[in-house]
């Protein structure tokens, strides 16, 4: 991006402003907003024009009893004020994407203007990549620049398809999207050993084509959260009510045997927090993983394993952590989840890179308040699972090509 001559240029910004909002239409959470800054500023500073689209929510799913659109929940308008508050400047708006509104405001834009287009999941050609919708976009603009990694990973217009309409010297990646990819790919491409993997949440099903990937360069794999069940009963385990995928035990087999061949040491929570209810007011101890009591479910990880994976975090100089160690959203099976966060932030502080990657892991280490003791939190949920699974995400490919 910082090639590009933004002076008098309208650029076409792809953000990612699907944040939160409550039912009075506030946002609760404006992360998103905040990290988009310092690309729009910096178009900005240098002579640009932005014309910025994104999604909010999922308006083609939750249409209304008539079949219409609920443009007052899904509209973009509601962003107007806290974007104007941010950026410092005023923000046009136009209540379409690529109609005679957006096109006829687009083209009247002055350099250090802003223009805020319609949702663009309004559009049903949007999700489904269409050309047409993605050259007219295209035509709002000289530059196109995408900063939205958080949606990387679908091949949608305003995400993919309409990169294809500039040539190389006109589009490229924001900062935010920038340092996502930069940061993940210091993870995959010779990180220092010991690269240490903290995997957690609650399916095997959602986490096995990552861990697969993470066995190519790993030193340690620490399973954590309901998918350890699955792996300890692939063991011979005894674990309850414990989450279980009777699907995925051969996979959880295979994938032990895979490591042992590797060398690669991939641990299981010695002990578990189990309970005898899912519910934070259930009756708990704590128990060998292998030998969980047949109405107990394991819900968190026991001491003796959260000392056993801080030893080796603390011993680690690359780390990712991807999903809980256990239910943290109930205080009682919080404990493993924020020992890990203290322990992935005191070995940050000794030196180590560590990449939050995506989704409640992030919602964890933001409750701790630890995180600006961690090297990178990643934006993208999905896109950053996809990302270090070693898939070619869409959204970066379009601009590369
Ligand atoms: P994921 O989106 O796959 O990272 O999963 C996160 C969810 O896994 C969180 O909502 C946790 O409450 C849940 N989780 C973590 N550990 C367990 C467990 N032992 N049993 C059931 N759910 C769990």
Same mark, same amino acid.
């Given at each position: 991006?910082?090639?590009?001559?933004?002076?008098?240029?309208?650029?076409?910004?792809?953000?990612?402003?699907?944040?939160?909002?409550?039912?009075?239409?506030?946002?609760?959470?404006?992360?998103? &907003?905040?990290? @988009?800054?310092?690309?729009?500023?910096?178009?900005?500073?240098? #002579?640009?024009?932005?014309?910025?689209? *994104?999604?909010?929510?999922?308006?083609?799913?939750?249409?209304? /009893?008539? #079949?219409?659109?609920?443009?007052?929940?899904?509209?973009?308008?509601?962003?107007?004020?806290?974007?104007? !508050?941010?950026?410092?400047?005023?923000?046009?708006?136009?209540?379409?994407?690529?109609?005679?509104?957006?096109?006829?405001?687009?083209?009247?834009?002055?350099?250090?203007?802003?223009?805020?287009?319609?949702?663009?999941?309004?559009?049903?050609? !949007?999700?489904?990549? =269409?050309?047409?919708?993605?050259?007219?976009?295209?035509?709002?603009?000289? &530059?196109?620049?995408?900063?939205?990694?958080?949606?990387?990973?679908?091949?949608?217009?305003?995400?993919?398809?309409?990169?294809?309409?500039? =040539?190389? /010297?006109?589009?490229?990646? #924001?900062?935010?999207? $920038?340092?996502?990819?930069?940061?993940?790919?210091?993870?995959?491409?010779?990180?220092?050993?010991?690269?240490?993997? %903290?995997?957690?949440?609650?399916?095997? @099903?959602?986490?096995?084509?990552?861990?697969?990937?993470?066995?190519?360069?790993?030193?340690?794999?620490?399973?954590?959260?309901?998918?350890?069940?699955?792996?300890?009963?692939?063991?011979?385990? *005894?674990?309850?009510?414990?989450?279980? /995928?009777?699907?995925?035990?051969?996979?959880?087999?295979?994938?032990?045997?895979?490591?042992?061949?590797?060398?690669?040491?991939?641990?299981?929570?010695?002990?578990?927090?189990?309970?005898?209810?899912?519910?934070?007011?259930? $009756?708990?101890?704590?128990?060998?993983?292998? $030998? %969980?009591?047949?109405?107990?479910?394991?819900?968190?990880?026991?001491?003796?394993?959260?000392?056993?994976?801080?030893? &080796? &975090?603390?011993? *680690?100089?690359?780390?990712?952590?991807?999903?809980?160690? #256990?239910?943290?959203?109930?205080?009682?099976?919080?404990?493993?989840?924020?020992?890990?966060?203290?322990?992935?932030?005191?070995?940050?502080?000794?030196?180590?890179?560590?990449?939050?990657?995506?989704?409640? *892991?992030?919602?964890?280490?933001?409750?701790?308040?630890?995180?600006?003791?961690? @090297?990178? %939190?990643?934006?993208?949920?999905?896109?950053?699972?996809?990302?270090?699974?070693?898939?070619?995400?869409?959204?970066?490919?379009?601009?590369?090509?």
């Amino acid at each position: 991006m910082l090639a590009l001559d933004f002076s008098k240029q309208k650029v076409l910004v792809r953000v990612d402003f699907n944040v939160p909002l409550n039912d009075k239409n506030q946002i609760t959470d404006d992360t998103r &907003i905040q990290k @988009s800054l310092p690309t729009l500023k910096y178009i900005l500073d240098h #002579g640009g024009a932005l014309i910025l689209m *994104s999604h909010l929510g999922r308006p083609l799913k939750s249409k209304k /009893e008539d #079949g219409s659109i609920d443009v007052d929940k899904f509209t973009l308008k509601h962003l107007l004020t806290h974007l104007e !508050e941010s950026l410092g400047v005023h923000v046009h708006f136009a209540k379409d994407t690529v109609g005679s509104e957006a096109s006829q405001k687009a083209k009247n834009l002055e350099p250090g203007e802003v223009l805020l287009i319609e949702n663009t999941r309004f559009q049903p050609e !949007e999700e489904k990549g =269409d050309e047409d919708f993605a050259r007219k976009l295209s035509s709002l603009a000289d &530059i196109f620049i995408n900063d939205a990694f958080g949606t990387a990973h679908r091949a949608h217009a305003s995400t993919t398809t309409v990169a294809q309409f500039f =040539d190389k /010297e006109h589009k490229g990646f #924001g900062f935010l999207m $920038n340092s996502e990819i930069e940061n993940a790919t210091k993870l995959l491409q010779n990180p220092d050993h010991p690269v240490t993997a %903290i995997i957690g949440g609650a399916k095997v @099903s959602d986490k096995i084509q990552l861990i697969e990937k993470i066995t190519e360069f790993a030193d340690h794999i620490l399973i954590g959260g309901g998918m350890s069940y699955t792996f300890l009963k692939a063991k011979g385990g *005894s674990i309850g009510k414990s989450l279980f /995928e009777e699907d995925y035990i051969d996979l959880a087999s295979e994938l032990l045997e895979k490591c042992q061949e590797k060398n690669v040491n991939l641990m299981l929570p010695r002990d578990s927090k189990i309970a005898n209810d899912f519910s934070n007011d259930a $009756n708990t101890k704590t128990v060998d993983s292998m $030998n %969980i009591p047949h109405d107990w479910m394991g819900l968190d990880i026991g001491p003796d394993a959260i000392d056993d994976y801080r030893k &080796i &975090i603390l011993e *680690s100089k690359t780390i990712l952590w991807n999903g809980p160690v #256990g239910v943290f959203e109930m205080e009682n099976f919080s404990k493993g989840t924020f020992a890990i966060a203290q322990a992935v932030a005191d070995s940050t502080s000794e030196g180590a890179f560590s990449l939050i990657g995506g989704g409640d *892991s992030v919602s964890a280490i933001n409750k701790s308040g630890l995180s600006e003791k961690v @090297s990178f %939190i990643s934006t993208g949920g999905g896109a950053m699972l996809e990302f270090l699974e070693g898939k070619e995400l869409p959204g970066i490919k379009a601009i590369r090509d």
